[in-house]
């Protein structure tokens, strides 16, 4: 079978802080141990042969034809669910919820980051045109972090009290999370900003970890979910303590005088104990007298609830806890529960992937999952619809940063649950929304749009290649050679993949085309595929394509090769490993997307400045790479000049400016997910920016301090200091790349401190 091969789906984290598997080259490089590929030989030619020619044309001489290297459909996941888009017509910017009124089925209502409510039809043939303000609070929202518009609830007696309560971060030093009561002046269309009642405020002492949600349960009590206040690990001990309202679930009572605020439902755990935030911000209140206990409380012990609802058939809150670095959690929230943040993450003591916590008194999560099935759970929704039966009753949720959209299920004997994947996509998945039939959406972070569940009906069986040798791409008689279509490439500033040697190549579909966009990142066609095998000690362990389906969505497959290396198999999931002295790290395909993420690409370093160098090609001559493709026409524009006056990335391992090639490693190893305020906190480890707005300098961790009192990202003349370093050193909780590397870079390692320790003073 050929491996007609084509395109998959993305995600990545607003939120999170994930980097990649994959190699890099500062002890290696041209000729040396983990460029991998074809390499230039001091002495001679390409693999020892005659010496290469260096001016004898381009690389390839003509585009090579490729009928059989194609990105092929995704593997059928047969859920018999399918994500499907809805309102197809419309796109919201950074979309954070989807809700309908009380009482109130023809229209619907998205939440953006930013601090604007929309509304519009509720039909699919809704256009741009039908879509209205319903209000903005913009300039009062800060959205640095994990903060903005976060939570929107509608009265519950709605239609008769039209009223919104809106949850967010406002400006201000510290962020401050509000919750607000806004009034209509024409009957529901849209709200008075001006008419805001704060009904409650809570300093943030970081931006991340707000949580935010609100909803009114059946009790006609308002309900908050916050965050245990950010960094990591709970430096303030928030998830546990009764002092705080950060760390917990809190209800209160909204049917009071406005001056009032709110009053303490009487069934509160605490509720004879202190109003902590009734007027007030305080972050702490009486911080470490022990004594104190906070009367909004309903439930605490939670890191970071992110989305969660109430089942409108049995009235249960349902929620996903995202996890520090090892587990996410799906939660059944009741009355006084504790749900184990921070000694405890999921089912196991925090960190730990086989020490059960067992705290007595403390509640265990339904499900959870580690990081080879995703790094940031998005709550959801108990499916109540009618068009998918066989999802009834079921909590459906996913993963911010894998895309996958997921369900608890649960054995009808033995009453175990465990979680089925419905379907896998590209979606950054910033929250969910339920209609009032029951019927579930998904929104799409960065893509703006809004998708839902639907029945799949009988899928068609799948084809996906099993074997590297289905593929299509290698020889069929020796699948260790790539075949004639495949385009060999190497990168300037290689990613570190724990010394391993590669070997790249990609393929297009005959006729398609490369567009190189502003950034110099190059975007492929609908049928790409890239190709990537590692090797340790010279022989094969792993070859990982990057596909781009037929639906232009992108997806990344793992082939584990077998000993005697005539095959390699597809992994289903993630894998380890002992090659020789060392484990190999085989990531899943949740894995592969959180690190090749939307904002970079997808490819990572197939771009103008890690191709702009010379390679020995097949035919023994060394040529440009850029230069190669736009001469055999795979570039949809002509180059803006020669090489020598295009973007460059400086190569790590070899003799240029410290901060060039110092900086390269970092965007080869980092900037996939730090940029573009993907990753946690401000850093953008772009090449192309200044050290000033990389935004490391001097500035606090948002993740901890790595057991180093007053680190910063990037302490000037002080590796010690300096987060950017002490995670590339550590092989525990907190190391950077987390995902894909399992031993520490010490030529990498060596350049990064050399780079800080010349850094005499931040710009």
């Known amino acids: 079978m050929t491996m007609i091969l084509r395109p998959a789906l993305g995600a990545v984290c607003v939120l999170l802080l994930v980097a990649c598997p994959g190699p890099s080259a500062v002890d290696g490089g041209v000729g040396g141990g983990s460029g991998g590929g074809a390499t230039i030989e001091a002495d001679g030619g390409a693999d020892g042969g005659a010496a290469p020619l260096v001016d004898a044309g381009p690389g390839l001489l003509a585009r090579p034809a490729n009928p059989t290297c194609l990105a092929p459909p995704r593997p059928v996941i047969a859920s018999g669910v399918q994500i499907v888009r809805a309102f197809p017509a419309l796109t919201f910017s950074l979309p954070m919820l989807l809700l309908q009124a009380p009482n109130t089925p023809d229209r619907l209502f998205v939440m953006e980051r930013a601090g604007v409510v929309r509304s519009f039809p509720n039909r699919d043939s809704a256009t741009p045109a039908d879509v209205r303000q319903v209000i903005t609070i913009a300039a009062r929202v800060n959205a640095q972090g994990e903060g903005g518009l976060l939570g929107m609830a509608f009265h519950p007696q709605w239609p008769a009290r039209k009223e919104l309560f809106l949850s967010y971060t406002r400006t201000g030093s510290p962020q401050i999370s509000v919750v607000s009561r806004f009034r209509t002046t024409d009957d529901g269309a849209t709200f008075d900003p001006m008419s805001e009642e704060r009904l409650f405020e809570v300093n943030q002492p970081y931006t991340n970890h707000n949580g935010g949600g609100i909803a009114f349960g059946r009790d006609g009590f308002l309900y908050i979910g916050l965050g245990d206040g950010g960094s990591g690990g709970d430096p303030l001990g928030a998830g546990q303590r009764p002092d705080t309202t950060l760390g917990k679930f809190l209800r209160i009572d909204v049917e009071v005088p406005a001056a009032q605020r709110y009053a303490i439902p009487p069934t509160n755990p605490f509720a004879n104990g202190t109003v902590c935030n009734n007027g007030r911000a305080d972050t702490l209140v009486d911080a470490g007298a022990g004594t104190t206990r906070c009367a909004e409380i309903y439930a605490l012990g939670l890191r970071n609830p992110w989305r969660w609802s109430f089942d409108t058939a049995t009235g249960e809150l349902w929620a996903g806890d995202v996890g520090q670095g090892t587990w996410e959690e799906v939660d059944v929230i009741v009355n006084g529960g504790n749900y184990g943040w921070n000694p405890c993450e999921g089912f196991n003591r925090m960190g730990s992937t086989t020490q059960r916590c067992a705290t007595p008194g403390m509640i265990d999560p339904v499900v959870a999952y580690g990081r080879s099935v995703g790094v940031s759970i998005t709550g959801g929704y108990v499916y109540r619809g009618a068009s998918i039966p066989g999802l009834v009753g079921r909590f459906v949720f996913g993963d911010y940063n894998s895309g996958r959209v997921m369900a608890v299920a649960e054995d009808p004997v033995t009453g175990a649950r465990t979680i089925e994947e419905l379907a896998d996509t590209n979606l950054a998945i910033s929250s969910f929304g339920q209609t009032l039939d029951g019927e579930v959406y998904v929104l799409g972070l960065t893509n703006g749009q809004v998708h839902r569940l639907a029945p799949m009906g009988t899928p068609m069986p799948s084809t996906f290649p099993q074997r590297l040798s289905q593929t299509g791409c290698f020889d069929a008689a020796d699948v260790k050679k790539p075949g004639p279509m495949l385009i060999p490439y190497e990168l300037n500033a290689p990613l570190w993949s724990d010394g391993a040697d590669k070997e790249r190549f990609f393929a297009l579909p005959d006729g398609a085309t490369i567009q190189v966009q502003a ?128 973007p460059r990335l400086e190569r790590p391992e070899g003799q240029g400016p410290v901060d060039a090639r110092a900086r390269a490693y970092l965007h080869s190893n980092c900037s996939n997910c730090h940029r573009n305020a993907m990753g946690q906190g401000p850093q953008d480890f772009r090449y192309s920016l200044s050290l000033m707005q990389t935004g490391v300098c001097n500035t606090a961790p948002l993740n901890g301090e790595l057991g180093v009192r007053g680190a910063r990202l990037l302490t000037p003349m002080s590796p010690a200091q300096s987060l950017i370093s002490l995670r590339m050193k550590t092989i525990a909780a907190g190391r950077m790349p987390p995902l894909g590397t399992s031993l520490v870079h010490g030529d990498g390692v060596a350049l990064i401190d050399q780079w800080i320790s010349g850094i005499t003073a931040c710009p």
């Not at 390679?615 to 190669?628: D, F, G, H, M, S």
């Open 519 to 646: 950034d110099g990142d190059f975007d492929f066609p609908n049928g790409t595929v890239t190709v990537k095998t590692f090797l340790l000690g010279g022989k094969r362990v792993e070859t990982r394509l990057m596909l781009r389906h037929p639906d232009g969505q992108w997806a990344g497959y793992s082939y584990e090769w077998r000993d005697d290396e005539s095959d390699a198999d597809l992994l289903p999931a993630g894998k380890s490993k002992v090659v020789g002295t060392q484990t190999w790290q085989y990531p899943s395909r949740a894995q592969c997307l959180a690190c090749h993420t939307a904002s970079a690409g997808r490819t990572l370093g197939l771009e103008l400045a890690q191709l702009n160098r010379e390679l020995v090609y097949p035919r023994n001559v060394i040529a440009n790479q850029l230069e190669t493709l736009a001469s055999i026409g795979l570039l949809s524009a002509p180059l803006a000049g020669p090489s020598g006056q295009l």
